[in-house]
DNA sequence: GACAAGAGATACGTC
DNA sequence: GACGTATCTCTTGTCA
């Protein structure tokens, strides 16, 4: 006997998907689509699998037992297709017309219906089928009842136990529901933990069996994931609730109402002729049949919709939180568009008459030096702001900005901008030299909070209480259909850019007092406030690429590194993909079996980093292979193929972006391309440093580093006497330290011991820890540890200081640099040793390289500023933590040698000489 | 269901 | 320790 249970609503959406793009219209405009699918379905199945018995499912109108325990459920659910709505009934007629039964009981849904009938059947000696596409009948299938699932191409997929289990790699189908409950099932709306698919969620499944079980051991999990599961563990318990199908509803199976019988041809045929299934009516053969008795509905009355309802009546409503932040809406204020030329020039003029002014752009994209002004606004006074639209066409629109060149060029007076730097750039390439005094409201707060965000939405919510226009409602959400600046119509933009000028302003008037405060004025208006400047150029100047050699190189290492993917497939025995660590782990450890113990990375995957190859090397000529193909393909990938990409087609040159307000220790960042991490200890990646040559045959690649700068602060900040003794006397740092450690003369150092105190040396200024040191070294923790102890003995001071700093950081809740620079730490207190000691290393590391990073900034403003003075064509280009590069002009040479020395050696003052060495040469490798 | 975009993880370059 | 980038893998949203 086979019984089959049909989904009538997941076939009926199913049916009515797939017709979408092209659905069946007839002559009358109705779309049969659902009712044409649903039809073939039904009649496929009728002649493919010729049941014995039949029934078909439909969900009840109104709410379910479901609705009731969890609202969203409801809310969230869209409405009904009005197609659908309309198909339903005449789905019914059809289905009555066959004889089939229908099955429907208030407050169940259809497959808790299935559920239920299944079981009852089952046990009656049926074999039960379930035909719907929903994953969720995994959970119901055994011995005798399976899920028939239709696939595209009218093709059917039958599934038993294993081959549930297979597909989700479960151990029991029970698991089903555990797994929808934690992955969510948009179709059912369920919501299950955000972040977890079906692969994590078969993950966890494998290693915690049950979401109840998951839930006791969140203190197993790590990072994004934990926190995931933890903060969604009430929702994870309620999809769990969601999913589970019951099998107890009230309604009793009944085997004779079931069986197949005939369909009613004539009323089928009315139905068909109705909605002109012509097909359908041709396919129906024979003579008309005697109309069969009405099907009877099985299904039995649902429980009173009583008081049962409060059983699950969900908690109060949540209330939604409207937001009190004041906005556009609910703020008086004067904005303008000035778009006449008089009104230009009167505003031009005003404008200069001023103190200050804050002022923004808006452009047509997000590279300052290839985006074009669509538009810029200034403000002067709270509340108050003036648009002015610029045109597309390159000589209109210059003629539009020389209105406000001599207010921006103006040496007296101060500009305010958020991010300013892209403001000036993009000013730049039409004329105007900005100049003045200047206050960027990301830089200020960047000083006030280093570890916060620094957007100006962001700042205003938090501290003006005020929510800007956001940009998504003028140019549209994220994603490829966003629009660009320059097609917003110009009230919109007027008002979006007015008010960028004017929250501006009012950030300026907050911070401000906030400098003050926190006493770094200084730093932000004698540092910070004049590097944007030389930012600008530098980030304008560019460097130049020799695209020849790296096209060369390009060539020799892609065919290299194909000749290793074929060598190593062979070593391995198997094709993958080498770029992935999970293949290269699972060829390693499961395929070869190298190695017994493997460390796993926190998804549970080998780790196969560079370290753990390495000490993998001599066990199979494999792993070699790969250290070397990852070696060259991430010179290849990540710099040679990339750098050309990135060239500036009207300059010809890269041009970075330096981000003045990304890093928590004050040190400037690069992107686009990161030209701070250009390749320099293997010889392989020097080749890159030699394509980075100065503009032309008559220039020269000058470059300027500070020697041991960090352990130089360091030695001042401690006053630590031997550090200081050692630096006085000129000898080498890392040598002295070792000889000072082992209690030897520097003469009998040897270059392993060396090597020590250098990562010694390194590892105090990165504030790395005992076990931090002994990774890097490859030592045994406990030589690790004596090393430390060595180094401490050997500098007293050091020790002092390192105390010092995290009792400062314990009173004040912050350390900061020689130029008062501020990081907060409030994990000083943790009580979790880990995250305290994360943040006493950064107590010590802060100061030490965020002076270094202070001293730079000021070496590169005072270089900057006597290039002007003295006239000077050559330019800086790069900066990269402790050093300073530079496009020398002929005849140069020796002025800006002497010039950058000079600025570089007495940006301050310390206890030990700052040194800087230099070179030059016609590349950046042969500068150094 | 197929596809694209986004987010996370991993690895690795520099200081 | 800090940073940015490339790549793979998985999730999520969109369009059917």
Same mark, same amino acid.
């Given at each position: 006997m086979k019984l089959f249970l049909i989904d009538a609503y997941a076939l009926i959406y199913r049916s009515y998907y797939a017709f979408l793009k092209n659905p069946r219209i007839n002559s009358k405009g109705m779309n049969t689509s659902a009712i044409f699918g649903f039809i073939n379905s039904l009649e496929d199945v009728l002649k493919r699998e010729n049941p014995t018995h039949i029934a078909v499912a439909f969900d009840p109108k109104g709410p379910t037992f479901r609705h009731e325990a969890y609202e969203l459920y409801k809310a969230q659910r869209?409405?009904?297709?009005e197609v659908i709505r309309q198909s339903v009934p005449i789905i019914k007629d059809i289905i009555e017309a066959y004889n089939i039964p229908i099955l429907e009981v208030p407050r169940f849904e259809a497959d808790d219906v299935i559920g239920t009938v299944s079981k009852q059947a089952e046990k009656e000696g049926f074999e039960v089928y379930m035909m719907t596409?929903?994953?969720?009948?995994?959970?119901?299938?055994?011995e005798h009842i399976f899920m028939y699932r239709p696939k595209f191409g009218g093709d059917y997929e039958v599934m038993g136990v294993k081959e549930v289990l297979n597909k989700y790699s479960?151990?029991?189908?029970?698991q089903v529901i555990d797994l929808l409950g934690l992955m969510g099932d948009s179709s059912d709306n369920i /919501?299950?933990?955000?972040?977890?698919g079906e692969k994590t969620a078969q993950k966890l499944l494998e290693e915690y069996g049950s979401i109840e079980n998951l839930l006791e051991n969140t203190d197993k999990l790590k990072g994004a994931l934990q926190k995931r599961v933890t903060e969604n563990a009430e929702q994870i318990r309620f999809s769990k609730f969601l999913a589970t199908i019951k099998t107890d509803v009230p309604i009793q199976f009944d085997a004779m109402k079931c069986v197949r019988e005939k369909p009613n041809e004539t009323r089928l045929t009315e139905i068909y002729t109705e909605l002109e299934f012509r097909t359908f009516i041709n396919k129906m053969t024979g003579e008309e049949k005697? /109309?069969?008795?009405?099907?009877?509905?099985?299904a039995a009355k649902g429980?009173?919709?009583?008081?049962?309802f409060d059983l699950f009546a969900p908690e109060e409503p949540s209330v939604p939180k409207y937001s009190t932040l004041a906005s556009l809406k609910t703020t008086l204020h004067i904005y303008k568009t000035v778009d006449s030329k008089e009104e230009m020039a009167k505003l031009g003029r005003f404008l200069e008459d001023q103190d200050f002014f804050a002022f923004d752009t808006e452009t047509d994209g997000i590279d300052p030096l290839t985006a074009g002004l669509v538009g810029m606004s200034f403000a002067v006074k709270e509340n108050e702001a003036w648009y002015v639209p610029v045109p597309a066409d390159k000589e209109e629109a210059a003629k539009i900005v020389a209105h406000f060149s001599p207010a921006l060029q103006n040496r007296k007076l101060q500009k305010i901008g958020q991010n300013i730097k892209f403001d000036i750039i993009v000013l730049r390439k039409y004329g105007v030299r900005v100049a003045g005094p200047l206050f960027d409201t990301m830089i200020a707060h960047y000083l006030l909070n280093p570890e916060l965000r620094h957007g100006m939405d962001y700042l205003a919510e938090t501290y003006l209480k005020y929510k800007p226009v956001p940009i998504s409602q003028l140019i549209? /959400?994220?994603?490829?259909?966003q629009l660009c600046m320059?097609?917003?119509p110009l009230a919109q933009i007027a008002e979006y850019a007015a008010e960028d000028a004017d929250v501006t302003l009012k950030l300026k008037n907050f911070f401000a007092p906030e400098l003050k405060k926190a006493g770094i004025e200084s730093l932000f208006f004698d540092i910070e406030m004049p590097l944007i400047y030389v930012l600008v150029e530098m980030e304008a100047t560019g460097v130049k690429l020799d695209t020849v050699a790296l096209k060369q190189s390009s060539e020799e290492l892609t065919a290299a590194l194909n000749n290793l993917e074929k060598e190593i497939y062979e070593l391995a025995g198997v094709k993958f993909n080498i770029n992935s660590s999970k293949q290269v782990g699972e060829v390693l450890?499961?395929?070869?079996?190298?190695?017994?113990k493997a460390k796993k990375t926190k998804t549970g995957s080998y780790s196969t980093s560079e370290d753990i190859l390495e000490k993998m090397?001599?066990?199979?000529p494999v792993v070699g292979k790969l250290l070397e193909y990852r070696g060259l393909k991430k010179l290849l990938s990540t710099y040679i193929d990339a750098l050309p990409e990135? @060239?500036?087609?009207?300059?010809g040159k890269i041009h970075t972006s330096f981000n003045q307000t990304v890093t928590a220790t004050g040190r400037l960042s690069s992107t686009n391309?990161?030209?701070?991490?250009?390749? @320099?200890?293997?010889e392989l990646g020097r080749e890159i440093r030699?394509?980075? @040559?100065?503009?032309?045959?008559?220039c020269t690649f000058f470059s300027a580093d500070y020697s041991q700068i960090e352990l130089r602060i360091m030695a001042h900040l401690s006053q630590d006497e031997h550090m200081i003794e050692a630096f006085r006397s000129g000898a080498d740092i890392h040598s002295a330290t070792a000889a000072k450690i082992y209690g @030897? /003369?520097?003469?009998?150092?040897?270059g392993d011991m060396r090597r020590k105190a250098k990562t010694a040396n390194f590892g105090i200024i990165y504030g790395i820890s005992v076990f931090g040191l002994a990774e890097r070294l490859n030592i045994p923790r406990a030589e690790s540890k004596e090393l430390i102890e060595g180094y401490f003995k050997s500098y007293p001071g050091i020790r002092d200081y390192m105390d010092e700093s995290i009792r400062i950081a314990k009173e004040k809740g912050y350390v900061e640099t020689i130029f008062k620079r501020k990081r907060y730490l409030p994990?000083?207190?943790?009580?979790?040793a880990i995250v305290r000691g994360y943040a006493e290393r950064n107590a010590i590391n802060a100061p030490i390289q965020g002076s270094a990073a202070d001293i730079i900034k000021v070496a590169m403003v005072r270089i900057y500023n006597r290039f002007e003075e003295e006239g000077l064509k050559s330019k800086m280009i790069l900066q990269v933590h402790d050093e300073l590069n530079f496009n020398v002009c002929q005849d140069e040479q020796e002025k800006v040698r002497q010039i950058v020395l000079e600025e570089m050696e007495n940006a301050i003052q310390l206890q030990v000489p700052l040194i800087a060495d230099c070179g030059e040469g016609k590349n950046w490798l042969e500068a150094h």
């Open positions: 869209e409405e009904t297709p596409p929903d994953k969720d009948y995994g959970q119901l299938v055994s479960l151990t029991s189908v029970d /919501p299950g933990c955000p972040g977890v005697k /109309p069969a008795p009405a099907p009877q509905k099985v429980p009173v919709q009583g008081n049962l549209g /959400p994220k994603g490829k259909n320059r097609d917003v450890f499961e395929h070869l079996k190298i190695e017994e090397r001599s066990k199979h990135l @060239i500036n087609p009207e300059t391309p990161n030209l701070q991490n250009i390749p @320099i200890r293997d030699k394509a980075f @040559i100065p503009d032309n045959e008559d @030897i /003369p520097v003469e009998e150092v040897t994990d000083i207190n943790s009580h979790n």
